[in-house]
Nanobody, 125 residues
Framework: QVQLVESGGGLVQPGESLRLSCAAS????????IGWFRQAPGKEREGVSC????????YYSDSVQGRFTFSRDTAKHTVVLQMNSLKLEDPPVYYC??????????????????WGQGTQVTVSS
């Protein structure tokens, strides 16, 4: 059974950083296309970043480009989303998900199939 678990959320002030992790069971995370999404209350999930299994394609949304970095921690068999310069307007719930294609990825929700339960990120002054 495929299961994804996000961790690392918390409460920070504007301008601070957080490091989210996504761990998996039931499949090899190191060799999978993985995406990060986020969601504000009452709004649809939006794509944040993703990396293809072949690592030939890495995507960042315009809203996080230059602030967030997506990487793999192969030693721990996790993926990491380093979030710097967090803003008040950054949506609070972050999800990781597995992608359908090994060779490319996008920030589009239909391209992802298995989802974690989410982790809460609160940016507040």
């Amino acid at each position: 059974q495929v299961q994804l678990v996000e961790s690392g959320g918390g409460l920070v002030q504007p301008g601070e950083s957080l490091r989210l992790s996504c761990a998996a069971s039931g499949f090899g995370l190191d060799d999978s296309t993985i995406g990060w999404f986020r969601q504000a209350p009452g709004k649809e999930r939006e794509g944040v970043s993703c990396i293809s299994a072949t690592e030939g394609n890495i995507y960042y949304s315009d809203s996080v480009q230059g602030r967030f970095t997506f990487s793999r921690d192969t030693a721990k068999h996790t993926v990491v989303l380093q979030m710097n310069s967090l803003k008040l307007e950054d949506p609070p719930v972050y999800y990781c998900a597995t992608g359908l294609s090994r060779w490319w990825c996008s920030g589009q929700e239909p391209d992802f199939v298995s989802w974690g339960q989410g982790t809460q990120v609160t940016v507040s002054s």
